[in-house]
C-alpha cells in the first residue's frame, strides 16, 4: 500500500460513512494508529539495540552513521494516524462493533 508523506485531506463523510458515525470512526482510526505506532517502535528498538553499548561513559559519545540513517528512516516514514485513515477510507481496515455482538448473542439464546 502506498501512502503519500504529504498532508492530505481527507473527506469527513467518507469517512464517516464507513462506521455510520465519525466519532467512531476516529475511534477506529486511532486504535489502529496505535497497534501501528507500537509496532514501529519495536522495529525501531530492535535496530538500534544493535548499537548499544554496555558501558556508560560520557566521554565515550560517538555518532554513528548506520544509526543516524536508521533514525531519519523511521522519521520519514507517514504518521501512523495518515496510513490509519487511509486503511479505513480505502477499505482494508476490518473492525467489528462487540455491542452489536453481544446483542445478537443475547437474542440467540
Same mark, same amino acid.
Given at each position: 500500500? %502506498? *501512502?503519500?508523506? %504529504? *498532508?492530505? @485531506?481527507?473527506?469527513? #463523510? =467518507? *469517512?464517516?460513512?464507513?462506521? /455510520?458515525?465519525?466519532?467512531?470512526?476516529?475511534?477506529? *482510526? /486511532?486504535?489502529?494508529?496505535? @497497534?501501528?505506532?507500537?509496532? @514501529?517502535? =519495536? =522495529?525501531?528498538?530492535? %535496530?538500534?539495540?544493535? !548499537?548499544?553499548? #554496555?558501558? #556508560?561513559?560520557?566521554? =565515550?559519545? !560517538?555518532?554513528n552513521r548506520e544509526q543516524i540513517e536508521i533514525s531519519r528512516y523511521f522519521e520519514r516514514l507517514p504518521k501512523s494516524s495518515t496510513v490509519a485513515a487511509e486503511e479505513l477510507v480505502d477499505d482494508e481496515l476490518f473492525f467489528r462493533k462487540p455491542s452489536e455482538e453481544e446483542e445478537e448473542s443475547s437474542e440467540i439464546k
Open positions: 500500500m %502506498k *501512502i503519500k508523506s %504529504k *498532508i492530505t @485531506q481527507l473527506n469527513v #463523510d =467518507e *469517512i464517516a460513512s464507513k462506521t /455510520g458515525n465519525i466519532y467512531k470512526s476516529v475511534r477506529v *482510526i /486511532g486504535k489502529r494508529a496505535r @497497534q501501528l505506532s507500537a509496532v @514501529q517502535k =519495536e =522495529e525501531l528498538n530492535e %535496530k538500534l539495540a544493535e !548499537f548499544a553499548s #554496555d558501558v #556508560d561513559n560520557l566521554e =565515550e559519545v !560517538f555518532e
